[in-house]
């Protein structure tokens, strides 16, 4: 019955939260678009080209999935590309309350032809975001197992040139 998921996020860079859902989200339509947001004002470490690459790199094991990216609002998106579903993750109850504002006010910008599907975040990665593997990994603290290893050999090689 669904057939595209969209899965959309910073993905600043991809972690093994994201990775988590993105195989679980695969299973649930035919096709899981994974829509990176260029976000020009976050100003983010990775430019939306390196941010598509890592997760092509990460992914490549899923064989119903496509990376694209936007900008602008996530429901013009969904419109102009047929999106039947879009997939957010719950990490904990901190998430709730942006969560529910966004999907409520998506809802309306969709006229409730789409549906938000929250799925929980797996335990092993509930303290995982962008944000702190970032602050870590620029520290020089190990970040193994929390991104993809290709993820991690990528920002490597970004931050030796
Ligand atoms: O990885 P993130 O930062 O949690 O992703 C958030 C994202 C990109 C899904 C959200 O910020 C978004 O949809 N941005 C697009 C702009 C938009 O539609 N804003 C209105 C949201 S109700």
């Given at each position: 019955?669904?057939?595209?998921?969209?899965?959309?996020?910073?993905?600043?860079?991809?972690?093994?939260?994201?990775?988590?859902?993105?195989?679980?989200?695969?299973?649930?339509?035919?096709?899981?678009?994974?829509?990176?947001?260029?976000?020009?004002?976050?100003?983010?470490?990775?430019?939306?080209?390196?941010?598509?690459?890592?997760?092509?790199?990460?992914?490549?094991?899923?064989?119903?999935?496509?990376?694209?990216?936007?900008?602008?609002?996530?429901?013009?998106?969904?419109?102009?590309?047929?999106?039947?579903?879009?997939?957010?993750?719950?990490?904990?109850?901190?998430?709730?309350?942006?969560?529910?504002?966004?999907?409520?006010?998506?809802?309306?910008?969709?006229?409730?032809?789409?549906?938000?599907?929250f799925l929980m975040t797996?335990?092993?990665?509930?303290?995982?975001?962008?944000?702190?593997?970032?602050?870590?990994?620029?520290?020089?603290?190990?970040?193994?197992?929390?991104?993809?290893?290709?993820?991690?050999?990528?920002?490597?090689?970004?931050?030796?040139?």
């Amino acid at each position: 019955m669904i057939k595209k998921v969209l899965y959309a996020g910073s993905f600043d860079p991809i972690t093994n939260g994201h990775l988590d859902l993105i195989n679980r989200a695969a299973k649930l339509g035919d096709i899981l678009v994974v829509g990176v947001i260029e976000n020009r004002s976050k100003k983010p470490f990775f430019t939306v080209e390196e941010r598509m690459d890592m997760i092509e790199k990460a992914t490549d094991h899923i064989p119903n999935i496509e990376v694209d990216h936007f900008d602008g609002l996530l429901a013009h998106y969904v419109k102009q590309n047929n999106i039947d579903v879009v997939i957010r993750g719950l990490r904990a109850t901190m998430d709730f309350e942006y969560e529910i504002q966004m999907a409520q006010m998506n809802a309306r910008l969709y006229n409730n032809d789409v549906e938000t599907v929250f799925l929980m975040t797996s335990p092993d990665y509930s303290f995982v975001s962008s944000s702190i593997v970032k602050e870590v990994f620029t520290l020089n603290g190990d970040i193994k197992g929390l991104v993809p290893d290709k993820v991690l050999e990528y920002m490597e090689r970004k931050c030796k040139k």
